[in-house]
């Protein structure tokens, strides 16, 4: 069973930097397919950065695109999501995810495994 226990969230200013963190159990990181996801008051939960399983390929939403930076340590069995010059748009709580079988995912049912979420909150 994978467990995943996100952190590093917190109240930042426009233009500010956060860096959120994906703690992995139960299974190593190398294996998995990962990914962010968030969700904003009101809205449906979406697709924020993805890596691929056994490799270092990456995929963003546009939005998050020369912002955001997905990337895995393997010997701390973590995924990272680096968020830079953050905007009052990037305001969500949000989710990491994990799948066993696929190897890459970019939509919610790529993933079986969900972390609880971190709230990430940008004043403006």
């Known amino acids: 069973q994978v467990q995943l226990l996100e952190s590093g969230g917190g109240l930042v200013q426009a233009g500010g930097s956060l860096r959120l963190s994906c703690a992995i159990s139960?299974?190593?990181?190398?294996?998995?397919?990962m990914g962010w996801f968030r969700q904003a008051p009101g809205k449906e939960r979406e697709f924020v950065a993805s890596?691929?399983?056994?490799?270092?390929?990456?995929y963003y939403v546009d939005s998050v695109k020369g912002r955001f930076n997905i990337y895995r340590d393997n010997a701390k069995n973590t995924v990272y999501l680096r968020m830079s010059n953050l905007k009052p748009d990037d305001t969500a709580v949000y989710y990491c995810?994990?799948?066993?079988?696929?190897?890459?995912?970019?939509?919610?049912?790529?993933?079986?495994?969900w972390g609880r979420g971190t709230q990430v909150t940008v004043s403006s």
């Open positions: 995810a994990a799948d066993e079988g696929r190897t890459i995912g970019i939509t919610e049912k790529d993933y079986d495994y």
């Open positions: 890596i691929m399983r056994g490799g270092g390929s990456t």
């Open positions: 139960g299974r190593t990181a190398t294996r998995l397919a």
